[in-house]
Each structure stands twice: as structure tokens, then as C-alpha cells.
């Protein structure tokens, strides 16, 4: 039994291992990958805020100059989308309310209160021939 021994991690190449990366490492990549996607966002943020200030420079004389055309027709939009968004609203609310109405009457119209309506009209034709019966 002595002859034949147990092969060890350093004898076997397939059971070796790589070692772990420690915690610094993996911090180091971290901040390396959080400073490249950062400079990035920062760099098209930079050219955004330039493309925006150039068209506004651009557009400026342009809306100056159409402004008395520009607002009146601005205010126009803004009550036809007003008037549409209440249209709107007000279609639901009826169909809502119509909702409401037939799920009343259907549920009004079952079965069983059908019966208690002619329970309550034959109670009511009763009614007169006792009273008339006792008189």
C-alpha cells in the first residue's frame, strides 16, 4: 500500500487551481472600468450640451422673428389638445356611467328578483279581494 500514493494537487496538472485574485485587484478594475465609462458619458454629455446651445443660438433670430405667428398658433394647439383630452374624458366617463347602468339593471333583472317582483304582485292583487272578502 505504501507503493502506490495519493497523486497531490501539485502532481496532478488538472486539479491546480488559479489563484484568486485578491481584493485589490478587483478593485483596481472596477475603478478603472467606472473612470472609462464615466469619462465617456462625461465627453457626449459635453457634445450634447454643445449641439443644444448651438441650435439655440441658430434658432434664435428664427423664432423672433415668427414669434407673432409662433404663439398665437402654440395657444391654438394647446386648447385643441385641451378640448380632445376633455372629449376624451368625457366619452369614458359616459361609457363608465353606462357601464355602471346596465350591470344595475342586469343585476336587478335576475332570476331571483323576477320571483320577489311576482311574489310582490300577487301579494298586492290579494291584498284587495281580503280586504273586500272581510268588509
Not at 496538472?13 to 467606472?34: F, H, N, Y
Request: aromatic residues 6%.
Amino acid at each position: 500500500m505504501s507503493d502506490q500514493q495519493k497523486p497531490t494537487d501539485q502532481q496532478d496538472p488538472t486539479s491546480q487551481r488559479l489563484p484568486e485574485p485578491t481584493q485589490t485587484s478587483k478593485q483596481v478594475v472596477r475603478l478603472i472600468t467606472a473612470t472609462t465609462i464615466g469619462a465617456a458619458l462625461l465627453g457626449l454629455s459635453a457634445l450634447i450640451l454643445t449641439g443644444t446651445v448651438l441650435a439655440l443660438i441658430l434658432a434664435t433670430p428664427v423664432l423672433v422673428i415668427f414669434s407673432p405667428i409662433l404663439v398665437p398658433a402654440a395657444a391654438l394647439l394647446f386648447l385643441f389638445t385641451v378640448g380632445f383630452l376633455f372629449s376624451g374624458g368625457c366619452c369614458v366617463a359616459a361609457i363608465a356611467a353606462l357601464t355602471w347602468i346596465y350591470k344595475y339593471v342586469a343585476r336587478n333583472n335576475a332570476p331571483r328578483s323576477n320571483q320577489l317582483q311576482l311574489d310582490h304582485g300577487r301579494m298586492k292583487i290579494a291584498s284587495p279581494a281580503t280586504d273586500n272578502a272581510e268588509g
